[in-house]
């Protein structure tokens, strides 16, 4: 999803949700249902760190495409174990 964003003349900028690609040309406004025109910006793409992006965008994938499994995950093998003697004299709990 992109936020478009259009203008009315009597109130202002209004943002619009629409997937990319698919914004109109104008919008009707929520107060007066005059059609504002598109106001084209910059996009916004860059929020926060690398590691927010890539959460941003996995959360925006599972709802728009989630992932499909088409075969049952492998058995994962047990983490192997550090076979320090030290490390065996500390408590378990
Ligand atoms: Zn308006």
Not at 28 to 57: E, I, K, W
Not at 63 to 82: F, G, I, L, N
């Amino acid at each position: 999803m992109a936020v478009y964003q259009y203008r009315c003349v009597d109130h202002g900028l209004l943002e619009v949700a629409r997937p990319i690609g698919t914004a109109a040309d104008r919008e009707p406004c929520p107060d007066c249902a005059s059609f504002a025109p598109r106001v084209f910006t910059t996009p916004q793409l860059s929020f926060g760190s690398a590691a927010n992006r890539a959460l941003l965008d996995r959360t925006e994938c599972t709802a728009d495409e989630p992932a499909v499994v088409s075969a049952v995950p492998s058995r994962r093998t047990p983490p192997q174990v550090a076979t320090n003697p030290a490390l065996a004299r500390l408590p378990r709990p």
